[in-house]
């Protein structure tokens, strides 16, 4: 796990938190309950929904969304045409109903409608999935438990079955993940006993559930996503029992846990601030790259621009930019220096048989170089010595019988990119490099394929590339 970048992109004199994020048409978009306190009445809450047009630098509010009472817990998801931004309705201390808001383009949303069919469950993280909505909900009035609901158009919805019902476990949250295989993964909160979380397993068409209590956490406002096979999770997370939720003496932390054999293991902790006012996790993979999310939380931990403002009462949103396990392409064929000052000018697809450049094979580094770009860089600084011109990079890449793959790069000078003979990239690259800079999305040969990569040494300055190729999502 990398974290390439933290931001906060609110800061207010209101309470935001409870969060929800998805890419949707190229743009990023976050989702946030804004009110007056943490449990703010009647008109005090409503759903902001922020897009950033830049991959989460800058941001502008396209929707503000309101019910009749307090509106929070927000979420969002897509059908690929449509955005779907969800909220519950609270009142008196009991959430009511559930509903939502629809954008086709970002810019035009209907107004908050309530949902039909779901009496007092929260639909608390709808999903959708080869033509149809799915959501785990929870009950606000009678018996305690989760269900299962379906939807046709994602307003009318039908409750399936039961999932989970316990009084003493007060099951209730569901994070929900959908992967284009069928296969679908949940985190189930419960609030009774020692808010131990259930994680639950199913596939399409999901009648039946397998479910794994994770007795080795104490968590609330639960989050979850799949990387290759890896699960991960985060949550307000309570290392301290016993503890009770907001005590003076609560310790509490945002935290990101990988689930190996139904145990956790604590991989980083996210700016969460003394005060266990925090996490409520939106999770969004991006689009080119299933390896990179953009994780949205509330926290307290920076302060207010306004001094008279209460930090701890006043979260903001933040949203971090994360690269989970990969697996970079570890060797490649660097050539001998083309020394030349008119940099990508002159770079060709080169032709390693025709003996006009010596290529020789260049290993990442098992540790990475102190101090310096580290682990699975292609470092090639003792083939440019400090001069201007141009390295190539070339890697023969078997990709199985896929169509469509993603090629991740990284490099700190100008570069050119051939796939299979085509040039298909070309632009300026960051010092120092940093992974995943650049993602395309090209079309495969089943079996081999062939990368190329020409790297400007910006007059001696630059080392390098990092490479991944994997699989296109849902190809």
Known sequence: MKVLSIRRITNDRRHNAFTGARWFKGDLFVAYR???????????????????????????????LRAEADTRDASLYTDGSRLYAVAAEEHSNEKIRSGGAVTEDGDQWTSWQPYEGTGAFVLWRPVWYDGKH???????????????????????????????????????????????????????????????????????????????????????????????????????????????????????????????????????????????DHSYMGVARWPDNSHRFSLSFYSNVIANDDPAIDQWTNPDIYVA?????????????????????????????PDPEAGDLDFRPVHIPELGPPAAVGQNFIDAETIIAGRAGLVYFLKDIDVGPWDDVHVHLGYDGPVKVWWNGTEVFSGPGTSPAKQDTTSLHLKSMHGMNHLVVALDTRDGEARGIFARCERAWGA
């Open 34 to 64: 804004q009110g007056n306190d943490h449990n703010g009445r009647d008109w005090q809450g409503r759903i902001v929904v922020l897009r950033s047009r830049d991959a989460g630098i800058t941001w502008d509010t396209v929707a503000v």
């Open 134 to 276: 799915y959501c785990a909900g929870f009950n606000t009035s009678g018996t305690k438990g989760v269900h299962w609901f379906e939807s046709e158009d994602g307003r009318r919805w039908e409750d399936v079955r039961i999932i989970h019902e316990s009084e003493i476990e007060d099951p209730n949250e569901c994070y929900l993940e959908i992967l284009p295989d069928g296969t679908a993964t949940m985190l189930m909160r419960c609030d009774g006993l020692q808010k131990h979380p259930y994680l639950c397993r199913s596939q399409y068409p999901f009648t039946s559930w397998n479910m794994q209590q994770l007795q080795d956490i104490r968590m609330t406002g639960p989050a979850l996503w799949t990387v290759d096979d890896r699960t991960y999770i985060c949550a307000r997370w309570d290392p301290m029992d016993p503890c009770l939720e907001f005590e003076e003496d609560c310790v509490a932390h945002t935290g990101i846990f990988r689930v190996v054999d139904d145990k956790t293991y604590l991989i980083c902790v996210l700016p969460s601030g003394p005060h266990p």
């Open 321 to 349: 930019d994360v690269l989970f396990g990969a697996d970079f392409i570890d060797e490649m064929l660097v050539s001998d220096l083309v020394e030349t000052d008119r940099g990508l000018e002159l770079a060709a697809l």
